[in-house]
């Protein structure tokens, strides 16, 4: 029998439980540093060291943490689901929780490519925190991290909106929605298709979404327990 498809699309606050800090909230990353500084493709060609920093420490954060009560629950609903897990997040949280099919529309930071014109052709594992200034690829350009920068193409998209066309369920957490074309993807779900929204703030969603104000981890609790025991 055909199991009931479940797409997760997830943002930052998915993994704030897991002590990794969203963008806009108070406090967030994009308080402390301004885009235009490191994550554009202008950034990288004015000051690389910089940029380079600054996802060092990234992935140093993401490293170090773990995955909390939510990215499980979300792993737990494969159980009973074909679930496909569509995040803008470059944190491996996911993985690390067991969800087996994860799309990375922003890139992924435990990868680094070549800065050089063959960028989007080979992505290398980093299994180390920090790239080094001189790190180079094979081609002879320095390492660069393998994330979306602002004004650059998502490559994943196609796939993402491939794999929404056919969702039964689509559960929203953790994400502003502001950042497009990938909060655009929720678009493209089928409009009989059962929408939830994670997110103890105000999110701006269709009215077909149930919204649930809570944190990521105590509203998927409840929420894939409650989807888990709809099919015994
Ligand atoms: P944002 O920082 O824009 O939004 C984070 C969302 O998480 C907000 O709606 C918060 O209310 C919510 N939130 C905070 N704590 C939470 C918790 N404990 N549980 C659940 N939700 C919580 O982050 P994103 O929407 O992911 O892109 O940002 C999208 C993109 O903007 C990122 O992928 C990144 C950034 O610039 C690039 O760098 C290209």
């Given at each position: 029998m055909?199991?009931e498809?479940i797409?997760v699309?997830?943002?930052a606050g ?5 002590g990794?800090g969203?963008?806009?909230?108070s406090g967030?990353?994009w ?16 000051d ?20 909390n009560?939510?990215h ?7 159980k009973?689901?074909?679930v496909?897990?569509i995040?803008q997040n470059v ?6 929780a067991?969800?087996s099919?994860?799309?990375h529309?922003h ?7 070549s ?7 080979a992505?290398y594992e980093?299994?180390?925190w920090?790239?080094k200034m001189?790190?180079?690829c ?16 998502v ?7 491939k794999?929404i066309?056919?969702a039964?369920?689509?559960i929203?957490?953790g ?5 497009y ?6 678009d493209?779900a089928?409009k009989n298709?059962r ?5 103890p703030?105000?999110?701006n ?5 149930n919204?649930?104000k809570?944190t ?8 894939v ?6 099919k015994?």
């Amino acid at each position: 029998m055909r199991k009931e498809k479940i797409i997760v699309f997830s943002g930052a606050g998915v993994s704030a439980e897991s002590g990794l800090g969203t963008f806009r909230d108070s406090g967030g990353l994009w308080e402390k540093y301004k885009i235009e500084d490191v994550a554009t493709p202008e950034a990288w060609n004015k000051d690389a060291e910089k940029v380079t920093a600054f996802y060092n420490m990234r992935r140093k954060q993401c490293f170090e943490a773990q995955p909390n009560p939510a990215h499980h629950a979300i792993a737990a609903l494969e159980k009973k689901y074909d679930v496909e897990v569509i995040t803008q997040n470059v944190d491996d949280l996911h993985e690390r929780a067991g969800s087996s099919k994860v799309i990375h529309l922003h890139g992924e930071l435990s990868k680094v490519k070549s800065s050089g014109p063959s960028a989007e052709k080979a992505f290398y594992e980093q299994s180390h925190w920090e790239v080094k200034m001189g790190d180079l690829c094979p081609d002879g350009y320095q390492l660069r991290p393998h994330v979306v920068w602002f004004g650059e193409a998502v490559p994943m998209l196609e796939e993402a909106v491939k794999k929404i066309v056919s969702a039964d369920i689509v559960i929203v957490v953790g994400t502003s929605l502001n950042v497009y074309p990938a909060a655009g993807i929720i678009d493209y779900a089928p409009k009989n298709a059962r929408f939830y929204l994670v997110d103890p703030n105000e999110v701006n969603v269709p009215q077909s979404f149930n919204v649930i104000k809570k944190t990521a981890s105590e509203g998927l609790v409840d929420l894939v327990k409650s989807l888990n025991k709809e099919k015994p």
